[in-house]
């Protein structure tokens, strides 16, 4: 069993910055960690992940502004979410797909005005 609990959301202005966390307990072995988001109205949508290799891979429309990372112990996720625009507003999950399992942390929601 896999816990996640996201933090750090909140409003902010375009162009600024947000450092979202992801704390995670649990057995993560063999697990792939991603951020996904959701706006109003919208569906789940992917952000970014880190791959087998520990390298990141983006959706397109965060690519250059986002940067996703994991502590040394792999205990907590992070997403650095730079020149925010207020298409990004959503609330932002945390998931870790296990062994074809997924778990998804509460979501911590992102506000950025104009």
């Known amino acids: 069993q896999v816990q996640l609990v996201e933090s750090g959301g909140g409003s902010v202005q375009a162009g600024g910055s947000l450092r979202l966390s992801c704390a995670i307990s649990?057995?993560?072995?063999?697990?792939?960690m991603s951020w996904y988001r959701q706006a109003p109205g919208k569906g789940r949508e992917f952000v970014s992940l880190i791959n087998s290799d520990g390298y990141p891979n983006y959706a397109d429309s965060v690519k250059g502004r986002f940067t996703i990372s994991q502590d040394n112990a792999k205990n907590t996720l992070f997403l650095q979410m730079n020149s925010l625009k207020p298409e990004d507003t959503a609330t932002y999950y945390c998931?870790?797909?296990?062994?074809?399992?997924?778990?998804w942390g509460q979501g911590t929601p992102v506000t950025v005005s104009s």
């Open positions: 998931k870790a797909r296990c062994r074809s399992i997924d778990y």
């Open positions: 649990g057995s993560t072995n063999w697990c792939f």
